[in-house]
């Protein structure tokens, strides 16, 4: 069946490869494999972007074109060239375990200055609090709560706290990043059923798997799987620009000594006097640093 016998509809991109990309269609969780036209395979997709496309069997659909992007998520890599990792999303959603895997504060800070530097909305949802202790379940929540970040402590395999994360995401546009192990898997079965696909290989040809590419419709907006957290890493940020990415941090840059003050060994520092003064959680210092001490 030709594509013009059918009309071209709107699609969102869920997973992309080389001349082609999963898609499905609006208001729907049925994917295809979306093929490019010759004249349009340079055509550059990433999760998130509505194109046009047009069915041609029951597998395959052909991207016609895609329509202007409202935002793009873009990462700066080496030698100062820039990826674009998703577009037309407003939010992130990252989920975390309490145990197996062990919360890891570094990679959670990471990615809240990430979105700050965005100027994403960012959401933290933390799974298996029944693996933790009673003082990890009560002081990671707790500093991220105070940090103006909502936090949302969930089960999605019992569906305890699902209907806080669908009245949190249901208006936006959100991206859900989160290590292996951690319950996405769960937490897409939990909204209802998801899309699942695996990569688009290099020749275009696609595979169901269980792996990525997960995407779950809200009526006023969509929550899509995202590349893997390492995507997400922080380089060639000024010290300035990742200082104001710690929320905490804000008010007290302008008064350190030194204007070009990176918060690491200077004196009169302020970020580091609060941080003795114990106004700021090492472990969030320590994660600051990490990335401020990272080689370029």
């Given at each position: 069946m030709r594509s013009d016998e059918i009309g071209a509809r709107p699609a969102r991109v869920i997973a992309v490869g080389r001349n082609s990309a999963w898609i499905a269609f609006e208001g729907s969780h049925d994917l295809y494999l979306g093929v490019l036209p010759k004249q349009q395979e340079r055509?550059?997709?990433?999760?998130?972007?509505?194109?046009?496309?047009?069915?041609?069997?029951?597998e395959r659909a052909l991207v016609e074109r895609r329509e202007p992007r409202t935002f793009a998520?873009?990462?700066?890599?080496?030698?100062?060239?820039?990826?674009?990792?998703?577009?037309?999303?407003?939010a992130i959603a990252i989920v975390t375990a309490f145990e197996r895997p062990p919360f890891h504060a570094a990679m959670v800070d990471e990615?809240?200055?990430?979105?700050?530097?965005?100027?994403m909305r960012a959401l933290l949802l933390l799974t298996k609090a029944d693996l933790a202790d009673e003082a990890s379940v009560q002081r990671i929540p707790a500093l991220y709560r105070s940090l103006g970040y909502e936090t949302l402590i969930i089960n999605p395999k019992?569906?305890?706290?699902?209907?806080?994360?669908?009245?949190?995401?249901?208006?936006?546009?959100t991206l859900l990043?989160?290590?292996?192990?951690?319950?996405?898997?769960?937490?897409?079965?939990?909204?209802?059923?998801?899309?699942?696909?695996?990569?688009?290989?290099?020749?275009?040809?696609?595979?169901?798997?269980?792996?990525?590419g997960r995407l779950h419709h809200f009526p006023e907006g969509f929550l899509i799987d995202s590349p893997g957290v390492g995507d997400f890493e922080l380089r060639d940020v000024s010290p300035h620009e990742l200082a104001q990415a710690f929320v905490e941090f804000r008010p007290l840059v302008s008064k350190c000594r030194f204007r070009d003050c990176k918060h690491l060994a200077e004196p009169n520092c302020a970020v580091r006097e609060a941080l003795a003064a114990g106004t700021i959680v090492p472990s969030r210092y320590d994660s600051y640093r990490a990335i401020a001490e990272r080689p370029a």
């Open positions: 055509m550059s997709l990433v999760p998130g972007d509505l194109v046009l496309a047009a069915r041609l069997d029951d998520l873009e990462r700066h890599t080496g030698g100062g060239r820039s990826k674009i990792m998703a577009a037309n999303v407003d990615l809240l200055a990430f979105a700050e530097i965005q100027e019992a569906l305890v706290g699902m209907d806080a994360v669908d009245l949190a995401l249901s208006t936006r546009n990043i989160g290590q292996s192990g951690v319950g996405k898997s769960s937490l897409f079965r939990a909204l209802g059923g998801a899309a699942v696909v695996g990569d688009v290989s290099k020749t275009g040809r696609g595979k169901q798997t269980t792996s990525s």
